[in-house]
Structure formats: C-alpha cells, structure tokens
Nanobody, 116 residues
Framework: QVQLVESGGGLVQAGGSLRLSCAASGRTFSLDTMGWFRQAPGKERDIVAS????????YYTDSVKGRFTISRDNAKNTVHLQMNSLKPDDTAVYYC?????????WGQGTQVTVSS
C-alpha cells in the first residue's frame, strides 16, 4: 500500500520558517516528479512546487519564488519543502504527491498556520 506522510507543519509568525517533510512508503518514488500542494480554506488544492526525479529541474508557483525550496532524497524516499519568510497567505494544509498527482496517493497533509 502506497503511503505519503507529511510532517513539519505548525504555527509560526509571519517572517518565520518551517521545513516540511514527506515520507513515502509502499514503492519507490525515485523516478517520479514529486510536488508539494496546498489547500487553503474555501480554495482549491494548488501546486506549490515540484522537483524532477533527478532533482535537476524545479518549479515554483510565483507567490513562493525566492522563499520556498523543494528538495528530495531518493535514497530515503523523502521530499522536503523549506519555507522561509512565511506570510499569512501561506496558511493552508500542505500535501505531497507525484506531479501530476495521483488521487490514491493523497495523505492527510500537514497544517501550516502563519500569524500576522
């Protein structure tokens, strides 16, 4: 059974930092493009960042460019999202998945709350 488990969220003040982690099990994801997604209350789930299987190519949505960094460790089957200079608009539940995402792989996500 494939599982993606997100962790590292929390409550932080604006300007602070968090590091999210995604641990994958059930199969290797080393050949998949992986992504971080987020869903704010009342909004759709959107892509935040993605990384190619080699780590060579990355994508960031405009609102997080220069503040967030996605990385991966294929040996450990993990993906990370370093989030700096957090803003209240970053408040959301954050999920990891392949990119494009597979519906069966969505986990519980991790809540990130940024206070002003």
């Amino acid at each position: 059974q494939v599982q993606l488990v997100e962790s590292g969220g929390g409550l932080v003040q604006a300007g602070g930092s968090l590091r999210l982690s995604c641990a994958a099990s059930g199969r290797t994801f080393s050949l998949d493009t992986m992504g971080w997604f987020r869903q704010a209350p009342g909004k759709e789930r959107d892509i935040v960042a993605s990384i190619s299987w080699t780590g060579t190519f990355t994508y960031y949505t405009d609102s997080v460019k220069g503040r967030f960094t996605i990385s991966r460790d294929n040996a450990k089957n993990t993906v990370h999202l370093q989030m700096n200079s957090l803003k209240p608009d970053d408040t959301a539940v954050y999920y990891c998945n392949t990119n494009p995402p597979k519906s069966d792989y969505w986990g519980q996500g991790t809540q990130v709350t940024v206070s002003s």
